[in-house]
């Protein structure tokens, strides 16, 4: 079990029976952001279906509800670096927002990634909210299209990667 500011949560590996449940999940923590596509849900099945989603985490409650889920998946850099994933989505939901799942399911997240020797991982997310974990602007890496402010990197291991980056194909 995970402590949160208000919650304990347990935090483990998705299961097949979850599918439908991250579905749900993902669909009603995005359906009001104003930055949302709106279609963040099929994404995370459009990964599964894939074969790219490479950890998927689900923070469940105390009477087993799940409440929030953490998606990485590989990403390409123009410059050949390898071993590099994005984070995202991320969702928790609605009503549990702003009491640490979200922030716990990243911690979690980003160790296990390490451990799965991962050099480093980007995302598209607020500069304010995910500079706590480490991330930040790198003008040298450049995904094309939102204000470059809010795509951010964390370097794990190695050299920092220059180039463009390419989310996997369920994200086009």
Do not use: C
Not at 67 to 83: K, L, M, W, Y
Not at 106 to 117: P, Y
Not at 119 to 136: A, H, K, N, W
Request: negative net charge; glycine residues 10%.
């Amino acid at each position: 079990m995970t402590k949160t500011a208000t919650h304990e949560i347990a935090i483990r590996h998705e299961q097949p029976e979850d599918v439908n449940a991250i579905y749900a999940l993902t669909e009603a923590a995005f359906r009001t952001m104003p930055f949302s596509d709106g279609d963040e849900h099929h994404l995370v099945n459009g990964l599964r279906n894939d074969g790219d989603l490479t950890l998927s985490l689900v923070a469940e409650s105390n009477d087993k509800a799940i409440i929030g889920h953490i998606a990485f998946s590989p990403v390409t850099i123009s410059d050949g670096t390898q071993n590099w994933y994005g984070l995202g989505p991320i969702s928790v939901i609605p009503l549990k927002q702003s009491f640490g799942i979200g922030s716990a399911l990243v911690n979690r997240g980003i160790a296990e990634m390490e451990q799965r020797g991962a050099r480093g991982i980007i995302l598209l997310g607020s500069p304010e909210y995910y500079s706590r974990f480490g991330f930040e602007h790198d003008p040298e890496l450049q995904y094309p299209g939102p204000p470059a402010e809010y795509f951010q990197r964390l370097v794990i291991s190695g050299d920092r990667p220059s180039g463009i980056v390419q989310y996997a194909k369920a994200f086009r």
